[in-house]
């Protein structure tokens, strides 16, 4: 499965930005989520959504700020990041569960598209 994200770029902190990740349509009945690496640190989880949309959820660290959401019809998923802060910086990647059901297991997933850079400016 392919997967390429955008949107990635430079934002000042408390401003915002939009990720998109656009994937095959083979994936559209399979969970969707955002992870994200900072140099020198593992990857991290951001969040997850089922393959309806009907369940998602955010690491502590981005709740409130982040929104996931998809566009199966568009075979997009997004991430709102609003209010962002410096630590957010990293690289961010989009990936396809095994599963149809949103979870933060990193090893639940299967595909992972190339990651966009972040970058929070304070």
């Known amino acids: 499965v392919q997967l390429q994200a955008y949107g990635g770029g430079l934002v000042q902190a408390g401003g915002s930005l939009r990720l998109s990740c656009v994937f095959e349509?083979?994936?559209?009945?399979?969970?969707l989520g955002w992870f994200r690496q900072a140099p020198g640190q593992e990857r991290q989880f951001v969040t997850t959504?089922?393959?309806?949309?009907?369940?998602?959820n955010y690491a502590d660290s981005v709740k409130g700020r982040f929104t996931i959401s998809r566009d199966n019809a568009k075979n997009t998923v997004y991430l709102q990041m609003d209010s962002v802060k410096p630590e957010d910086t990293a690289v961010y990647y989009c990936?396809?569960?095994?599963?149809?059901?949103?979870?933060?297991?990193?090893?639940?997933?299967?595909?992972w598209g190339r990651g966009t850079q972040v970058t929070v400016s304070s």
């Open positions: 959504i089922s393959w309806r949309g009907g369940n998602t």
């Open positions: 990936a396809v569960s095994r599963h149809s059901e949103a979870t933060s297991r990193v090893e639940y997933y299967r595909y």
């Open positions: 349509r083979t994936a559209s009945n399979n969970a």
